[in-house]
């Protein structure tokens, strides 16, 4: 079993920058591909980004790439999701995922979901 939580949302202004963090329980941290998804009103929960255990690949939505990076502290069974020059069209609730399979990118291939945190970008 794994508990996630996430940290770090808040209000953010367009062009600006926010990270968030995602602690998990359990000692095989490092086991388990970690990941992003998000979820405004009445839409289905969109992948983010994806990291693998060992934190050496890693995969992005097209709407995020070049902007946000997500990376991992195995030492610290955290992960982490770097947004930068965000845009209205990033706010959402973003959820920090994980699982055994190698960077599903399908919300459905995920078994642990943490609350989530909101993040929404201002002008």
């Known amino acids: 079993q794994v508990q996630l939580v996430e940290s770090g949302g808040g209000l953010v202004q367009i062009g600006g920058s926010v990270r968030l963090s995602c602690a998990a329980s359990?000692?095989?941290?490092?086991?388990?591909?970690m990941g992003w998804f998000r979820q405004t009103p009445g839409k289905e929960r969109e992948f983010v980004a994806v990291?693998?255990?060992?934190?050496?690949?890693?995969r992005y939505a097209d709407s995020v790439k070049g902007r946000f990076t997500i990376s991992r502290d195995n030492a610290k069974n955290t992960v982490y999701l770097q947004m930068n020059t965000l845009k209205p069209e990033d706010t959402a609730v973003y959820y920090c995922?994980?699982?055994?399979?190698?960077?599903?990118?399908?919300?459905?291939?995920?078994?642990?979901w943490g609350q989530g945190t909101q993040v929404t970008v201002v002008s």
């Open positions: 990291i693998s255990g060992s934190g050496g690949a890693a």
């Open positions: 995922v994980a699982d055994r399979l190698f960077l599903p990118t399908r919300p459905t291939a995920y078994d642990y």
């Open positions: 359990g000692r095989t941290f490092s086991s388990y591909t």
